[in-house]
Nanobody, 131 residues
Framework: QVQLVESGGGLVQAGGSLRLSCAAS????????LGWFRQVPGQEREFVAA????????YYPDSVKGRFTMSRDNANNRVYLQMNSLEPGDAAIYYC????????????????????????WGQGTQVTVSS
């Protein structure tokens, strides 16, 4: 099974940028579709991005499309979330998630954006955006 550790969170002014990283260990990294989710205390975990095993396909909700970019480095077992033009509404704990599946399968089953579809999670990294 894969273990995930996020980093890169912090405090940024509105309009600024942050790059989150997620380091994976445990083997088989290329076998996993990956996702980023975020959660504000008291609210449900929200889908932010998902990427295919090859890294060639990614999906985003409208709330972050054009501002956030997810990528992965299969050679180094890392996944990234580049966040630009940050808004106060982006403040949350950000989680990296993994599912041993193709992204296409998750898309076909309409579950790629559901937190329940992912089996492995990191501990999260806090992002704070000041206005």
């Amino acid at each position: 099974q894969v273990q995930l550790v996020e980093s890169g969170g912090g405090l940024v002014q509105a309009g600024g940028s942050l790059r989150l990283s997620c380091a994976a260990s445990g083997g088989g990294f290329r076998s996993y579709a990956l996702g980023w989710f975020r959660q504000v205390p008291g609210q449900e975990r929200e889908f932010v991005a998902a990427i295919s095993r090859s890294g060639t396909t990614a999906y985003y909700p409208d709330s972050v499309k054009g501002r956030f970019t997810m990528s992965r480095d299969n050679a180094n077992n890392r996944v990234y979330l580049q966040m630009n033009s940050l808004e106060p509404g982006d403040a949350a704990i950000y989680y990296c998630a993994a599912k041993m599946s193709s992204l296409a399968s998750l898309v076909y089953s309409s579950t790629y954006n559901h937190s329940s579809a992912y089996d492995y999670w990191g501990q999260g990294t806090q992002v704070t955006v000041s206005s």
